[in-house]
Nanobody
Framework: QVQVVESGGGLVQPGGSLRLSCVAS????????MGWYRQAPGKQRELVAR??????????NYADSVKGRFTLSRDDAKNTVLMQMNKLKPEDTAVYYC???????????????WGQGTQVTVSA
């Protein structure tokens, strides 16, 4: 079994900062990708930022709306991702979900696991 656990959400004023943390644990052979999605009320879930493992190393992609404000980092040894969110805007308000794409054995298929979500509210 694999568990994905998030922490770090909360209420912050516009222009403020928050840091989200996500840890994956359990029967993990390799981490193909790990990152954050968000879902605002009445909207579809969207990608915020994700680090994907490639043949020549990891690469990170960000939603256009967060480029230059959010920074994602990954600790492969600890199966952890941290997302530093700066210059937060009211439109960043959403439930943020961590996603981990994992192999549980060498040469096996990948599986996608989700955390329970953490609320981020940006309001004065």
């Amino acid at each position: 079994q694999v568990q994905v656990v998030e922490s770090g959400g909360g209420l912050v004023q516009p222009g403020g900062s928050l840091r989200l943390s996500c840890v994956a644990s359990g029967s993990i052979f390799s981490m193909d990708a790990m990152g954050w999605y968000r879902q605002a009320p009445g909207k579809q879930r969207e990608l915020v930022a994700r680090i994907t493992s490639g043949g020549s190393g990891n690469y990170t992609n960000y939603a256009d709306s967060v480029k230059g404000r959010f920074t994602l980092s990954r600790d492969d040894a600890k199966n952890t991702v941290l997302m530093q969110m700066n210059k937060l805007k009211p439109e960043d308000t959403a439930v943020y979900y961590c996603n981990a794409v994992i192999k549980i054995r060498n040469g096996g298929p990948t599986y996608s696991y989700w955390g329970q979500g953490t609320q981020v509210t940006v309001s004065a």
